[in-house]
Structures are given as structure tokens and as C-alpha cells.
């Protein structure tokens, strides 16, 4: 398939335009947690017939994103466009079967996402910030129906910032995926190899982040019930990742919720 034929530039404006509604869900309106990678990857992987690339994608970047939340001034990185931008990318670029090595350089390409999501992220809320001021120093009694005016016409900003950013990334990976796929057989063993300690590295970074006081209890029951899924009914690897990985991500939620 040619990489920029019709179906190819649809399927990544249709991408670029769900992507930016879910977006939307991260911060601006709903908050659903449909904007979450371990939900929209494994959406994503659905929606462009590769389900499992997704959930592993999802599973990684939800267990390395858990705990950075948009609280205050600090501005997190997008794990939203990261997560769609990895699927999509492993997808499109293996056409709806994405080999392991593909997936995990699709992930790889996620750190050089992360610096153009937080500035977008920046310039996007002191644009929003300055709607707010405009409204609070302007004249008229109504103050407060001119705030939610102007809260509800900074969704379209929000939403343009994600639609942008994946109509750069989506062509750029994709061209990086058709390059990668060109490498010897010996850079693709070790990308593979990256993507099966990936996990781990995700498990590690929640156990830090938890210090094992709340998410204990959750990790180490899911990792249980991976391990009797994987040693009783033979489990695909998928399955027991996902297990494992969601005990850690419900002890994130409880701790968040707690404090």
C-alpha cells in the first residue's frame, strides 16, 4: 500500500479528528477517563483493526503516565496524543498487523512526541488564561455567563491543538516506521526485546511513585492472578500483561482518590 494513498490520508484525518475530541476529555470538558492510554490505545488499535497493538501500547504508557496529572501550573505531557499517535502509527504502518519491534519503536517514538505536546499544552492555557481576563476586566454586570462563554469557545482551541499535532506526528511516524522496517534483522531483535521489558520498567515507575504503601495490595493481587491465568488456562502473554499491569493502575486510581 503507498504510504500517502487515499485510504492513508483518510484514515489519518479520521485519527487526527477523533483524537482531538477524545482529547478534549483529558483536561477541557468530561473528564470520562476515556482520554487514559490503557482506554484510547487499545479504542484506537480497535478502530484500525489491530486491538492487540493497542493494548500493549496502552498497557506501557498508562503504567509510565499513571500518576502525572495537570495539577496547578505543573503541565503534564499528553499521554492522549501519545498513546493514538503510537497505535496508529504501529497500525497504519504494518496495515492492521504490527510486529513486536514495530510496536515498540511506535512507543520509542512517543519521547520525541512529549517536549511538542507540553509546549502546545502551554501556549494553548495562556491563551485560554487571557480569555479569562479579558472577561474579568471587561465591562457588563454579567460576569459569570460571560466566563462560561468564554470557557466554552477555549474547546476548540484545545481541540485544534491535538487535531494539529497528530496530522505532524501520524505522516512523520509513519515515515520513520517505513525507514525502521528497512533496518537489519538485528536492530528489530533488540526493539523486541525492548518492547517485552517495557512492562517492567512501567511496573517500577508506579512502585516508585506508589512507594508500595496503598498500590501494594493491588499490583501483587493482579500479578497473582496473571501468573495462575498463565500456569492454569495457558493465557496469551497479552492477557497476563494486562492483568498484571492493572493491579498497578487501580493502586494508582486508590491513591489518588485518597489523598
Same mark, same amino acid.
Given at each position: 500500500?503507498?504510504?500517502?494513498? *487515499? ?24 473528564? /470520562?477517563?476515556?482520554?487514559? =492510554?490503557?482506554? #484510547?490505545? =487499545? ?20 503504567? #509510565?503516565?499513571?500518576?502525572?496529572? =495537570?495539577?496547578? *501550573? ?17 497500525? $497504519? ?40 481576563? *479579558?472577561?474579568?476586566?471587561? =465591562? ?9 462563554? *468564554? ?9 485544534? @491543538?491535538?487535531?494539529?499535532?497528530? $496530522? #505532524? ?6 515515515? !520513520? ?12 531483535? !533488540? ?12 511496573? !517500577? $515507575?508506579?512502585?516508585? @511513585?506508589?512507594?508500595? @504503601?496503598?498500590?501494594? /495490595?493491588? $499490583?501483587?493481587?493482579? /500479578? ?8 492454569? /488456562? ?26
Amino acid at each position: 500500500m503507498p504510504m500517502l494513498d *487515499a485510504h492513508m490520508v483518510l484514515a489519518v484525518m479520521g485519527i487526527a479528528l477523533i483524537g482531538g475530541i477524545i482529547g478534549l476529555d483529558r483536561t477541557a470538558v468530561g473528564q /470520562f477517563m476515556i482520554s487514559e =492510554p490503557i482506554v #484510547v490505545a =487499545p479504542l484506537t488499535g480497535w478502530m484500525l483493526g489491530d486491538p492487540i497493538a493497542g493494548a500493549i501500547i496502552g498497557v506501557v504508557l498508562e503504567l #509510565v503516565w499513571v500518576l502525572d496529572i =495537570p495539577i496547578g *501550573a505543573f503541565v503534564p505531557a499528553d499521554a492522549t496524543i501519545s498513546a493514538v499517535s503510537a497505535t496508529a502509527i504501529a497500525a $497504519l504502518g504494518s496495515m492492521g498487523n504490527a510486529s513486536l519491534p514495530v510496536i515498540g519503536f511506535s512507543i520509542l517514538l512517543t519521547a520525541a512526541m512529549v517536549p511538542a505536546t507540553m509546549r502546545a499544552d502551554d501556549i494553548v492555557r495562556h491563551w485560554n488564561s487571557r480569555l479569562a481576563d *479579558a472577561v474579568m476586566t471587561g =465591562p457588563g454586570p454579567d460576569t459569570a455567563r460571560r466566563l462560561a462563554c *468564554a470557557h466554552l469557545s477555549g474547546l476548540p482551541i484545545f481541540f485544534m @491543538k491535538s487535531f494539529v499535532l497528530y $496530522l #505532524v506526528f501520524l505522516p512523520l511516524g509513519l515515515a !520513520a516506521v517505513s525507514a525502521f522496517n528497512h533496518l537489519p534483522e538485528n536492530v528489530h531483535r !533488540a526493539m523486541s526485546l525492548f518492547v517485552r521489558l517495557l512492562p517492567l520498567v512501567g511496573v !517500577a $515507575l508506579v512502585v516508585r @511513585k506508589l512507594s508500595m @504503601k496503598t498500590g501494594d /495490595f493491588f $499490583l501483587l493481587s493482579g /500479578f497473582v492472578i496473571a501468573a495462575m491465568a498463565g500456569q492454569l /488456562f495457558h493465557a496469551p502473554a497479552v492477557i497476563i500483561i494486562l492483568l498484571s499491569v492493572t493491579g498497578g493502575w487501580l493502586g494508582a486510581r486508590y491513591r489518588e482518590q485518597s489523598s
